[in-house]
């Protein structure tokens, strides 16, 4: 672009998304970015002189978008997440202010399945559990080896069937699966649905947790839900730490009364309780499920193009709220 | 009749070493079978076959109890081997062709979990599942240290080497992931996928690789420099077939230098050595050959190998023959 960097349309980053680091230049050369963390003064003192003009925000799926935040950003019309998931985020504020609103959209749907039937793959093969056996040089040393469990013929219960739960439907029907689920509304789809996810657990023997966080979903995997979906459960969780009840998750996995867990979100993180570092019928990730090279790429170009549409007067690319 | 008596009236069927199936489910052979374990006598393999097995017309066995020529020699009464598992390279068919004698394998029980545990190590190597639980263990994620990107796995162009039965369903569970596939075989196939007729062109054309043909003199080592150098930088490699069909010492060198991105493998040159190299690769997924060790892969093939085994001695059809006779 042949504008000066003073004509470049203004954007205040919050939260340091990562894919900066990968494409800041690009995403330099087409918006001013603000970035509070680049400077000395702390974060209030930055908005209040540098931000008061701003009309357009960015951030990371960590950034707590509350009133107040909001308050401080009396120009503010259009947030730009980084996430698919809105739970960091008052959308009711965003509306009631005329905010418009943003986020990945289903960009990430894809490589998330996939990862999370890798993670059931993982847990039900003990395919993690293997490689640190060989690699502790335990194959010469013991013949026999526990043996996994068959993915075929496993009754998956899929919480949320929105754009994710329906590629994990998808990519774990081949494998022989018997699929149903537990939604906010009932799909038209050829599997069973289950309005109640304890009902759901009592007729299936994996979990693939796939829903957004929401104050009704907020320890939605309780002890009961994992009590009835047995001793031969899985529970795979690639959308929100809070979703579960991670004490109750951890007890029963402890206490031998689910049989594994593929967790790559936690309620803490970066923190993952400290019982499930020793688990051998755990497979555990740092919330990575989205993140491809391709991914990356993906998010730059949705982001980048929904700030554009903004600044052109056009319907954004992934809106989240009705207007 | 008391339980001696009914053992003499039972068919013998050899054991020289047992197959992990046969250890898991002996009690139905043995309510079944007079059972020669050769593994458990004091007498040399050689020794116990003249003393015990002249008459013995079946023989069990698996990958680390080959059935050599020598092992023929001593067994004139032979009709039947029945192998534990997939593969029969530890067989020598041409001599049981040659004495009339019967080989049968565990059919199609064991594809699927193959075929599952192949797709499994291609996910952890593309997305790093194995080397993030490590780095969650180790502490990595709370220390911030910086995690690699994983690869996507959909839009990637898989190269299937061997298309028979497990062949076949990894290209069925990669096609939901939106892999494109291609394959080489020893023939062409009827099924929606490009045919290679050399491995290296598929390699050419492929950045994944999935090992699932048998062993054979053609293709002991036909993954090698040249295939591994076509398949590129960003290519990952799968073998859950042998370990003999790859170059193993190319294969640790290629992933040492970066040659090539990653591996995930079942199966060694020289189980169960695994080369040093790998164990301390983080692009690397290895697991001890066990890509069709569940309950119920052992359960259903335990099923097949007796229902052989019973189909032989009422000198019915074999099930699941690889030679018949």
Redesign the interface.
Known sequence: MAESKNDLPAVIVLGNPSFLKLYGEQFSSKFKLLKPWESSLPLNQFITTHAQSVQAMLCSGGTRVTPSLLSQFPSLRVIVTTSAGLNHMDLDECRRLGISVANAGTIFS??VA??A???L??VL?K??A??R???N?L??LHR??P???????RKVGIVGLGSIGLEVA??L????CVISYQSRKKKPVPFPFYPDVHELATKCDVLVICCALTDQTRHLINKEVLLALGKQGIVINIARGAIINEMELVQCLVQGEIAGAGLDVFKN????PEEL?SLDNV????H?AF??????QDLYELMSGNLEAFFLNKPLLTPVLDD | MDQSEEQINLPELLVINPP?VF??HQHQFSTKFKLLKAYESPLSTDLFLQTHAQSTKAIICYGKSPITSNILHLLPSLRLVVTASAGFNHIDLLECKQRGIAVVNTGDVLS??TA??A???L??VL????A??R???SGN??N?VQ?P???????RHVGIVGLGNIGLKVA??L????CKISYNSRQKKTVPYNFYQNVCELALDCNILVICCTLTVQTHHVIDKDVLKALGKDGILINIARGPIVDEKELVKFLVEGEIAGAGLDVFEN????PQEL?SLDNV????H?AA??????SDASQIVLANLEAFFSNKPLISPVIDV
């Open positions: 894809e490589d996939d990862f039937v890798g993670l793959i993982d093969r395919v993690s293997a490689d056996f060989v690699r040089g194959w010469p026999d080896y043996l996994a469990s068959k993915v075929g013929g998808k990519r029907e081949p494998f022989g993180e970066p923190n993952v570092l497979v555990l990730s740092p990575v993140l491809t090279e391709d991914s990356f | 992990p250890i898991v699927e979990d599952d545990t797709v499994g190590l996910i952890d997305r790093k599942i194995s993030g639980d780095f969650v263990r994620w709370v911030k995690y990107l994983g690869s996507r796995l959909g839009g069925t569970r096609e939901a992931f939106g189980e169960p050595k695994v164990i997924v290895l697991t001890p066990k060790f569940t309950e119920e892969a052992f």
